[in-house]
């Protein structure tokens, strides 16, 4: 098996193992203290084949090849694309070189990406906000319209702004690879590039509404949840059914005793653990529907958990548990 490191952390990981797998499994790793070394990425999906490689803002350098090969790679390279050598070391947080040309991918990014964050019901969930946030510069030097158009509805349920597209095509990957027939796919090139609207057919099949899950900003969204609530203001929960199409284990995102949305689990990289049925997402938005497993965990670095219930509950165990030593010493 080759073993990595990457930012001073070593792993030894099967063959075949791109350096951003070899990252996750490193910050997976029972125990791990340390910082989140895992590249951040906008079009890689682990679950959907063939994704990856667009968006470049997983690039990393590898500072020596590997054993056999010291010599490093002559550029960056994009690490969900880039197989693990025996002996490679790799640098991401630790190189000054790569959080700079991370600064110019995400200027690109949002070149043609619109400002509207305090009205698109991604916000709080998109993975570019995290990216801009982390690694982008705080002004623009870009001077020219974005470009617009006009907002589909792809069937009753499915919005679709592509003005917010960054052209990710996790869509398309999982428009094809989920649904029975491939109807989507991008139109012209360049900046007038376009997923193009035959996605609009994809609503037939019922793991459509998936698309929504996997797109990592605003250009994808749930029709029956736009602008009902900010996900800070829900209460997300693990629930199931009997369902005969999917797995039936989802997230309801519940206001009072109200159902606002149903999605998939997500894991800790944002993708989600399981695809579900559109009549699980769309169609089940009673209580009585669905078996409350209990609260979903949240990142204490998320705004969602923003005066989360599961923070208070966790504090109120804490102050419990000292007052339960305390009566026992005085014992």
Wanted: proline share 5%; hydrophobic share 35%.
């Amino acid at each position: 098996m080759p073993k990595v490191t990457i930012d001073g952390h070593s792993i030894e990981v099967p063959d075949g193992t791109t350096i951003l797998q070899a990252a996750r499994m490193i910050v997976d790793q029972p125990g791990y203290q340390g910082e989140n070394i895992a590249p951040p990425t906008m079009c890689y999906h682990s679950k959907l084949k063939t994704s990856g490689g667009y968006c470049r803002s997983c690039i990393v350098k590898v500072s020596k090849g590997s054993e056999k090969d010291p010599r490093p790679m002559p550029k960056l390279v994009a690490s969900c694309r880039t197989t693990v050598m025996d002996g490679m070391e790799v640098q991401n947080t630790t190189s000054p070189e790569v959080l700079e040309a991370r600064r110019g991918v995400v200027e690109f990014l949002l070149i043609n990406h619109p400002l509207d964050c305090p009205v698109c019901d991604q916000a709080g969930e998109c993975h570019l906000q995290d990216l801009g946030y982390e690694n982008g510069g705080a002004k623009t030097r870009y001077d020219f319209s974005r470009r617009t158009f006009a907002k589909i509805d792809i069937g009753p349920y499915i919005k679709l702004h592509m003005t917010r597209c960054i052209m990710c095509f996790r869509c398309v990957k999982a428009a094809d690879q989920l649904t029975d027939n491939r109807f989507q796919g991008m139109l012209f090139r360049g900046d007038a590039s376009e997923i193009s609207t035959y996605i609009e057919k994809v609503i037939d099949n019922d793991f459509s509404g998936n698309v929504i899950d996997v797109c990592p900003v605003g250009a994808l969204t749930d029709r029956t949840f736009r602008f009902k609530s900010r996900v800070w203001f829900t209460k997300p929960m693990n629930a199931h059914r009997s369902c005969t199409k999917c797995s039936g284990k989802v997230a309801l995102w519940e206001k009072g005793n109200e159902i606002l949305r149903v999605t998939s689990r997500k894991d800790k990289w944002g993708e989600p653990e399981e695809f579900i049925c559109n009549e699980c997402r769309f169609e089940k938005k009673h209580i009585n529907d669905w078996v409350i497993e209990g609260p979903r965990h949240i990142d204490p670095h998320s705004v969602i958990s923003l005066n989360h219930y599961e923070n208070v509950l966790a504090k109120m165990k804490l102050d419990v548990a000292k007052q339960q030593k305390q009566l026992a010493d005085k014992k």
